[in-house]
């Protein structure tokens, strides 16, 4: 079975801090994910790589960045982090084998700015 | 711009009854629809994925449907049972690369 692994089920922060959410995949996908996920808005896709050292924007990204210097390992930071940001984050992977294939997600953090 | 509805409010149903939720989208024309479930304080898990070619899909007590006229997808579960309880996402998807846009998610709530 795929495990996708983020490093921290709840996370609270200060304002302004630099934050650093880990997610780490053991299936080899080539593909990586970060989301967002408020009530009311669903999941929204803030940054994706699909493969090292590559990454494109999502839909949201301002405000974030990414890092992908190892394939199972894709890395997301809040450079300053605000109270906007505050929200469950979570991480997917999915496979770049022939065909559709699904998203395998973490089960999130929680994080709270202050 | 593309907008993907499900709807918000929670569906109650009684167990051994047939639950039927709807995915509605527009300004879109996905090659692929997913389907996820998602349980309080996890991730969502994958459950199926239908083809604009097909009409309709079966894993087990599940059936989806994707009407490319109608721009809509259902999903059916059959003898539903309070362990089906959980919010259930619909994700269209073009092809290329595998880039998802999700729905807001239908709250599922079987009762005893």
């Known amino acids: 079975d795929v495990k996708v692994t983020q490093s921290s089920r709840y996370l609270v922060k200060r304002t302004g801090e630099k934050v650093f959410l880990e997610c780490v995949q053991d299936?080899?996908?080539?593909?990586m994910f970060w989301y967002r996920q408020d009530p009311g808005l669903g999941l929204r896709l803030i940054y994706f790589?699909?493969?090292?050292?590559?990454?494109e924007k999502g839909d949201i990204p301002e405000g974030y960045s990414v890092s992908r210097e190892k394939k199972e390992r894709f890395s997301l930071i809040l450079e300053s982090a605000s109270t906007n940001q505050t929200s469950m984050y979570l991480c997917?992977?999915?496979?770049?084998?022939?065909?559709?294939?699904?998203?395998?997600f973490g089960d999130g953090t929680r994080l709270s700015i202050l | 711009s593309q907008k993907i509805e499900q709807n918000s409010e929670a569906l109650n149903i009684q167990e051994g009854k047939t639950a039927t939720l709807t995915c509605n989208y527009t300004?879109?024309?996905?090659?692929?629809l997913q389907w996820y479930r998602q349980d309080p304080g996890r991730g969502p898990v994958f459950l199926l994925l239908i083809r604009e070619n097909e009409k309709e899909k079966r894993k087990e007590r599940l059936k989806v449907t994707f009407d490319t006229t109608l721009k809509q997808s259902l999903f059916h579960i059959t003898a539903s049972q309070p362990a089906d309880s959980a919010t259930y996402l619909c994700a269209p998807m073009n092809t290329g690369f595998q880039k998802l846009v999700f729905g807001t998610g239908t709250r599922l709530l079987v009762s005893p």
């Open positions: 300004n879109y024309s996905p090659a692929y």
């Open positions: 299936m080899d996908h080539e593909n």
């Open positions: 790589s699909y493969d090292v050292k590559m990454k």
């Open positions: 997917a992977s999915s496979s770049r084998d022939r065909g559709v294939q699904p998203q395998h």
